[in-house]
Nanobody
Framework: HVQLVESGGGSVQPGGSLRLSCGAS????????MGWFRQAPGKEREGVAFVYFGGSRTYYAGSVKGRFTISKDNAKNTLYLQMNSLKPEDTAMYYC?????????????????WGQGTQVTVS
């Protein structure tokens, strides 16, 4: 039984930082594509940051590039998202997701496993 469990969300002021964590159990994810999506009220779920191709590549949405950093600790089966210089427009529910394949996808429907989400509020 695969579980992804996010933590680390919260409320911060603009310019602040948060680090999200996603613990994976029942899932050997070291080679597959994993990443973070977010969804603000009334908006579609969007891809934020991903690690793929066996961990050799990363992808960042243009809106977060230079401010967010994705990383993973294979020994701990944990994915992280370090978020710096947060802006009010970063406010959303953030979801960890994993898929069966190595390659990158920005389409939520192509992900096989999802966490329950963690709220990030910047105001």
């Amino acid at each position: 039984h695969v579980q992804l469990v996010e933590s680390g969300g919260g409320s911060v002021q603009p310019g602040g930082s948060l680090r999200l964590s996603c613990g994976a159990s029942g899932y050997t994810y070291s080679s597959n594509c994993m990443g973070w999506f977010r969804q603000a009220p009334g908006k579609e779920r969007e891809g934020v940051a991903f690690v793929y191709f066996g961990g050799s590549r990363t992808y960042y949405a243009g809106s977060v590039k230079g401010r967010f950093t994705i990383s993973k600790d294979n020994a701990k089966n944990t994915l992280y998202l370090q978020m710096n210089s947060l802006k009010p427009e970063d406010t959303a529910m953030y979801y960890c997701a994993a898929r069966f394949l190595w390659g990158l996808s920005l389409r939520p429907e192509e992900y096989n496993y999802w966490g329950q989400g963690t709220q990030v509020t910047v105001s």
